[in-house]
């Protein structure tokens, strides 16, 4: 999964097709197609959930307590699948 944060204002978003933006108006992103995505802005950095870890730390939620660890990485600066337009 690839998620959007800016520096400027704190927001964290999901990508979609259409164009999604922060609520600063400073970074921007949104899918070309199944795999691929870009994103705008000085203050916008990539992030990305390990999809099978974060699906096995929703099965595993437990009742109470801590909850359970997934794997999340900011995306490097130069990547095939994510980048900067």
Same mark, same amino acid.
């Given at each position: 999964?690839?998620?959007?944060?800016?520096? =400027?204002?704190? $927001?964290?978003?999901?990508? $979609?097709?259409? =164009?999604?933006?922060? #609520?600063?108006?400073? #970074?921007?992103?949104?899918?070309?197609? /199944? /795999?691929? &995505?870009?994103?705008?802005?000085? #203050? &916008?950095?990539?992030?990305? *959930?390990?999809?099978? #870890?974060?699906? /096995? &730390?929703?099965?595993? /939620?437990?009742?109470?307590?801590?909850?359970? =660890?997934?794997? &999340? *990485?900011?995306?490097?600066?130069?990547? =095939?699948?994510? *980048?900067?337009?």
């Amino acid at each position: 999964m690839k998620l959007l944060m800016c520096l =400027e204002c704190n $927001d964290i978003f999901n990508l $979609d097709l259409s =164009e999604k933006i922060c #609520s600063c108006g400073r #970074s921007k992103g949104k899918y070309i197609n /199944q /795999q691929l &995505a870009e994103y705008t802005g000085k #203050s &916008a950095v990539p992030l990305g *959930f390990s999809n099978p #870890s974060f699906i /096995q &730390a929703i099965k595993d /939620q437990p009742n109470e307590g801590m909850g359970k =660890e997934f794997t &999340a *990485f900011v995306i490097p600066k130069n990547c =095939e699948t994510f *980048f900067r337009k």
